[in-house]
């Protein structure tokens, strides 16, 4: 990592803590937030469609699942920070860099940037969330169990409204095509099993800071890398255009 992208990062890990803690921080003024951030992009952005989808659930917390508590909300929370990041100019983690990147791309598919969104909050943004929850709170990470599984029914949720409703045109929901191979790849569960794990880790070194943001920077790097696989570029009719050459190359040749 270099001096610069240090400061970056240092840069952003203040933002997420500013303002007062609070043990039972409500939810309200985050819903706020993010509805100022909806009303500045077009509907067609990349990051606006994982937006929706995720501020549509938060706002029907309380029907389908349990409203976010404190957890829930430092996880928004983190992804408003890095939004704002993106907005001010500087570097967001790696996990959402991809997302940013990739928002204006003609061939990347409304459901590719919501799963993309998804994975950035649960494979590298819920584990620090838990430690900066657990520091406020004063208790150690087994006392958030039931906290972290309320997150997880939220972000089943948000899962199942992005297969719903974030839906792929028709071509694309055949098995043989290679962007439904990739998306059915990442799984919920697992994703979350992994960050439960990275914030016991997180927490155990926090004694040790070096170690704890080098761990960190790994888990971001690693999951910004999967983003940007999830984000591929995908044009059908391309795909089969090739591979119906190729194909006919291939009859030639055994002739």
């Given at each position: 990592m270099t001096q610069t992208e240090l400061t970056q990062t240092?840069?952003?890990?203040?933002?997420?803590?500013?303002?007062?803690?609070?043990a039972e921080p409500a939810l309200e003024p985050t819903l706020r937030r993010m509805r100022t951030v909806r009303s500045a992009w077009p509907a067609g952005d990349g990051v606006a469609v994982f937006h929706r989808v995720f501020l549509a659930v938060l706002e029907s917390a309380g029907t389908a699942v349990t409203p976010p508590?404190?957890?829930?909300?430092?996880?928004?929370?983190?992804?408003?920070?890095?939004?704002?990041?993106?907005?001010?100019?500087?570097?967001?983690?790696?996990?959402?860099?991809?997302?940013?990147?990739?928002?204006?791309?003609?061939?990347?598919?409304?459901?590719?940037?919501?799963?993309?969104?998804?994975?950035?909050?649960?494979?590298?943004?819920?584990?620090?969330?838990?430690?900066?929850?657990?520091?406020?709170?004063?208790?150690?990470?087994?006392?958030?169990?039931?906290?972290?599984?309320?997150?997880?029914?939220?972000?089943?949720?948000?899962?199942?409204?992005?297969?719903?409703?974030?839906?792929?045109?028709p071509e694309l929901l055949r098995v043989t095509d290679p962007l439904t191979h990739l998306l059915g790849s990442w799984n919920l569960e697992r994703a979350r099993e992994a960050a439960w794990s990275s914030a016991r880790v997180l927490w155990a070194l926090r004694d040790v800071p070096p170690l704890a943001e080098e761990f960190r920077a790994r888990m971001d790097e690693a999951a910004g890398l999967a983003a940007r696989c999830m984000l591929t570029p995908w044009r059908p009719e391309t795909y089969r255009t090739e591979l119906q050459r190729l194909s006919a190359q291939q009859r030639t040749g055994l002739r």
């Open positions: 240092e840069r952003f890990a203040a933002r997420a803590r500013a303002g007062p803690p609070s508590g404190p957890l829930g909300i430092r996880l928004t929370e983190r992804y408003l920070s890095a939004v704002e990041t993106a907005a001010g100019g500087g570097r967001a983690p790696a996990c959402w860099r991809p997302l940013f990147h990739c928002r204006r791309h003609p061939d990347v598919r409304p459901r590719q940037f919501a799963l993309a969104g998804i994975h950035a909050l649960t494979a590298h943004d819920l584990a620090p969330a838990v430690v900066d929850t657990c520091r406020t709170a004063g208790c150690e990470p087994p006392a958030l169990e039931g906290e972290f599984d309320r997150v997880g029914d939220l972000l089943t949720l948000l899962e199942e409204h992005i297969r719903e409703e974030v839906a792929p045109g």
